[in-house]
């Protein structure tokens, strides 16, 4: 039995043509069902529906053989027992910092809001910033309106959703995209059908260049 973890959304529909490709086509659709455990038209393979943040705990301790998760997610969980094979060029985006359009140059300790904390406090050491993280659990973009933080760390794709609250992107702390995670026993156990897979996924996603 092979269990693949997968968030439901933007990961979902853009992974759905790589399983494709491998012969793997979900019976259950994940829209219209409630189900979280979605069967596949191959009997030995499964898919569990589960919160994007929640995939590299799920592959980690096993409970799911392989996943799929965004970069921002496996940075800021860390990514212990888990091997990350490939990257699957999918649901790209970057993370930024973002701060109200002309807002002064702020100088001393700085304080950011973000849902990802550890990566934001990695990224302002590294550049010899002090910045007091406040963790957020969404709506980042209030925080500089409201006075709550000088600037966010956050998601961003078109920028569509700064620019709607009036922030504009600064600096570029990483480019992001989906991930394969593999747990390191099952890539010892399931050799046979893991790697195979691996570079079924590998081969459609050079053939897309
Ligand atoms: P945009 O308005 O296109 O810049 O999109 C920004 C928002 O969409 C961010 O705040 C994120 O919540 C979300 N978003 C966009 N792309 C991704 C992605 N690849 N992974 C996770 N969240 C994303």
Redesign the pocket.
């Known amino acids: 039995m092979l269990t693949i973890a997968i968030s439901k959304g933007?990961?979902y529909d853009d992974t759905l043509p790589l399983l494709a490709e491998a012969g793997i086509i979900p019976i259950d659709n994940p829209k219209t069902s409630r189900k979280l455990i979605l069967r596949t038209n191959q009997d030995d393979v499964k898919l569990v529906i589960i919160r994007?943040t929640d995939v590299p705990t799920f592959v980690e301790y096993g409970a799911a053989d392989m996943g799929i998760a965004?970069k921002?997610v496996l940075m800021e969980h860390g990514a212990e027992n888990l091997y990350e094979p490939l990257d699957l060029g999918i649901?790209?985006?970057r993370m930024m910092t973002a701060t109200p359009v002309n807002a002064p140059e702020i100088s001393g300790r700085i304080k950011v809001a973000t849902k990802y904390v550890k990566t934001a406090q990695r990224y302002f050491a590294g550049i010899g910033v002090q910045a007091e993280i406040i963790k957020l659990y969404g709506a980042?973009?209030l925080a500089p309106l409201v006075g709550l933080a000088d600037c966010i760390v956050?998601?961003?794709?078109?920028?569509?959703?700064?620019?709607?609250n009036g922030l504009v992107a600064k600096e570029l702390i990483t480019h992001?995209?989906?991930r394969l995670v593999v747990n390191k026993a099952s890539m010892k156990m399931k050799h046979g059908i893991i790697q195979p897979l691996i570079d079924q996924f590998e081969k459609t996603i050079e053939n897309r260049h």
């Open positions: 933007r990961i994007a965004g921002d649901a790209k985006c980042m973009e956050d998601i961003v794709e078109t920028g569509n959703t700064l620019k709607a992001i995209s989906s």
